[in-house]
């Protein structure tokens, strides 16, 4: 009974802190992207589509239907272009959008990609991990067949390394590493320091690492041998998922809490919708 009462009770927390901007709400958000204009975009699972952050508005950039294997009807991933383009990885039609608009998405692979649960991009070329076929593609922005960069390697986040490298969170066997344009895989830690590792985020050669269980956020170095430390834990922090940085601040998106958080490089955090008009 006790239990069930807490249950209750972290539930009606979490629905009065939900953030409301403009008359919207997030639903589920699971991965962010920023794009050099300062727009945030989100992937909400349960919208299910895409929303735009954008001068303290909250909008839709894509909405799905409400139906299974239809575009982005389970949006995964994001990713932005230095040139504003929007990607955005689907599992329920086993494939990769380009986004630009509401009503017009741009299929990639021609749907032979299986579960891709992150992106990054870097000049043309973008980067997949594919959950389901335990491999990392990359995949011309404009579009092409996927090309196995490293296969039998279980990946949930990706962030680049320069040099068309990777970094990349696995699973226990593999929680971090690096991935060279040869496919050559190297371990950056000993152990098993992370709870369930989603993403990553690499910013003045440190990485940030997104810790679903554990509600933390870890920060490591980029070398072999680097031991990883609590950036940030607790509250208001859940159930952390999707990271990127704009090159000064991070941007977490926190499903549970149902709220995009951002995190300066000191550890502060606050909504990323704190100062937006709400109704």
Request: net charge negative; with cysteine.
């Amino acid at each position: 009974m006790k239990t069930l009462l807490l249950s209750i009770l972290f539930s009606i927390h979490l629905a009065c802190t939900v953030a409301s901007v403009n008359g919207q709400e997030l639903k589920y958000p699971i991965d962010v992207a920023v794009s050099e204009d300062g727009s945030v975009f989100i992937a909400d699972l349960r919208l299910p589509g895409i929303w735009k952050y954008q001068d303290k508005t909250l909008s839709v950039v894509f909405k799905a239907e409400q139906k299974l294997r239809t575009p982005l009807n389970a949006v995964r991933c994001l990713a932005v272009d230095d040139e504003g383009r929007l990607f955005a990885g689907d599992s329920a039609t086993r494939e990769i959008y380009r986004v630009d608009g509401p009503d017009e998405i741009i299929p990639l692979t021609g749907g032979k990609i299986g579960v891709p649960v992150d992106l990054a991009i870097q000049e043309n070329t973008l980067y997949a991990a594919d959950l389901e076929y335990r491999q990392i593609v990359r995949i011309p922005a404009k579009g092409g067949k996927p090309e196995a960069m490293a296969r039998n390697l279980i990946v949930r986040g990706l962030t680049t390394a320069g040099e068309d490298s990777l970094f990349f969170v696995g699973n226990t066997q593999l929680p971090l590493g690096r991935i060279n344009a040869g496919g050559e895989v190297s371990r950056l830690i000993e152990g098993e320091p992370f709870q369930f590792a989603h993403q990553l985020a690499v910013l003045n050669d440190t990485l940030y690492i997104t810790d679903n269980y554990a509600s933390t956020v870890w920060k490591c170095g980029t070398e072999a041998g680097s031991v990883p430390e609590v950036f940030v834990s607790g509250e208001p922090l859940v159930r952390p998922v999707g990271i990127c940085t704009d090159g000064e601040q991070f941007f977490v998106a926190d499903p549970r809490a149902r709220d995009v958080f951002v995190i300066s490089a000191e550890g502060k955090i606050q909504s990323l919708f704190a100062d937006s008009p709400a109704e």
